[in-house]
């Protein structure tokens, strides 16, 4: 069935350092999502990427929608420890979400 | 605070009971989708409701059922619980045109635990 895969699966960083996680389909993807959830809390969205070779940023974060549409990436510049959580991309198909397992971040103060 | 309530907040309950989740949207949002999130599982879509009627259904066993108010408000019931059962069920809502590529606001969850 339909599925989108990320990687890593854990990330440990240093604060200040860079951080990027990847979401993979192995179909043409309409459109991808990314939300973010901290430990303990709700996923909360944070953008939708629509167009091919699409890239938006929002502060230190810049979201990226592969020219085949079939891969996309969120990219963190210089994490802090707000940063800490869980990030995961969503496809959405015929009035379902599917999510990606997610990209666990820890960021070591 | 994303304007979507859940209750309960937890729920402990035995094997083979029934239980009723409820999620009332954000005001004004038409679309409901429930989600289980477990450790091993990640977050599973189980079922979408646009205005009263069923959208579309993803990975909801024949245990489970749901159903969308005419105020909006949604139930996800869960029937002869198993223990695999235990997870956290998110509820999202959205505006708009109903669609998933809208805007979808989480609420807080209830956490269910069968002993």
């Not at chain 1, 940023?57 to 959580?85: C, M, P, W, Y």
């Amino acid at each position: 069935g339909q599925q989108v895969m990320q990687i890593p699966q854990y990330q440990h960083v240093q604060e200040g350092e860079d951080f990027t996680t990847y979401c993979n389909s192995s179909t043409t993807l309409s459109n991808i999502q990314w939300y973010k959830q901290r430990p303990g809390g709700h996923p909360v969205f944070l953008i939708q990427l629509v167009k091919s070779g699409e890239v938006k940023k929002q502060k230190r974060l810049t979201f990226q929608f592969g020219e085949a549409k079939k891969n996309s990436s969120l990219h963190i510049t210089a994490t802090q420890t707000t940063d800490v959580g869980t990030y995961f991309c969503a496809q959405t198909s015929y009035d379902k979400v599917i999510f990606g397992p997610g990209t666990s971040l820890s960021v070591i103060p | 605070d994303s304007g979507v309530t859940q209750t309960p907040k937890h729920l402990i309950t035995a094997t083979g009971q029934r239980v009723t989740l409820r999620c009332s949207p954000r005001s004004g949002d038409l679309s409901v989708y429930w989600y289980q999130q477990s450790l091993d599982q990640g977050l599973q879509f189980l079922i979408h409701y646009y205005n009263g009627e069923e959208r579309a259904k993803g990975n909801i066993l024949e245990r489970f059922s749901a159903q969308q108010f005419p105020d909006l408000h949604s139930e996800l019931n869960l029937s002869s619980l198993e223990l695999g059962d235990s997870a956290l069920y998110f509820c999202a809502s959205s505006g708009l045109s109903g669609g998933p590529t809208d805007t979808q606001y989480f609420g807080p969850g209830t956490r269910l635990t069968v002993l």
